[in-house]
Antibody, heavy 119, light 107 residues
């Protein structure tokens, strides 16, 4: 079945960097666009970044533009999020999600990896 | 950026009752709206896409309606497993936004 497993979260100081990974299985990863979505503790959902199936197009939320980089390795069925210049407000559970049928809808989602930015 | 607002913030109902959740967009999103359900400790799952299409495996008691700026998610008769938070989401010009959510809890 379709599975997305995030990893790489942890505790990092403000200004630091972290790289998240998302391992995909159970579907043809190279034919699907992907997203990162985050959720601060006790808060709602915030879309973070999008990457097209071949990596040629990338879009970011204004809140992370210039600091985060989304990428993918289709040979490894892997999605990444490089997070630089981290701020306390980046503290969240980060989900990867498949773009369902090039539609802009998110399905399915992984279980998330927690990033805590704190001194 | 298109802003989505959801009302009410919390809906307290009993099992078997009908739930009506509202999502309003700051400008027209045509029919490009989806609804998600999130239970505590779980990732969201898609319920409705393109305003009124049920995602595979979603029970028929869930229905979506609306277009333009005003949308509704209706749960015809609440089951115990339906008590959760519901988010609407739009896609426009490669920017994606979620509403703040409506919590449906047990009265």
């Amino acid at each position: 079945q379709v599975q997305l497993v995030e990893s790489g979260g942890g505790v990092v100081q403000p200004g630091g960097s972290l790289r998240l990974s998302c391992a995909a299985s159970g579907f043809s990863f190279s034919t699907y666009a992907m997203h990162w979505v985050r959720q601060a503790p006790g808060k709602g959902l915030e879309w973070v970044a999008f990457i097209s199936y071949d990596g040629s197009n990338k879009y970011y939320a204004d809140s992370v533009k210039g600091r985060f980089i989304i990428s993918r390795d289709n040979s490894r069925n892997a999605l990444y999020l490089q997070m630089n210049s981290l701020r306390t407000e980046d503290t969240s559970l980060y989900y990867c999600a498949r773009d369902w049928g090039s539609s802009g809808w998110f399905a399915p989602w992984g279980q998330g990896t927690l990033v805590t930015v704190s001194s | 950026e298109i802003v989505l607002t959801q009302s009410p913030a919390t809906l307290s109902l009993s099992p078997g009752e009908r739930a009506t959740l509202s999502c309003r967009a700051s400008q027209s999103v045509s029919s490009y709206l989806a609804w998600y359900q999130q239970k505590p400790g779980q990732a969201p799952r898609i319920l409705i896409y393109d305003a009124f299409n049920r995602a595979p495996g979603i029970p028929a008691r869930f229905s979506g309606s609306g277009s333009g700026t005003d949308f509704t998610l209706t749960i015809s008769s609440l089951e115990p497993e339906d008590f959760a938070v519901y988010y609407c989401q739009q896609r426009s010009n490669w920017l994606f936004t979620f509403g703040p959510g409506t919590k449906v809890d047990i009265k």
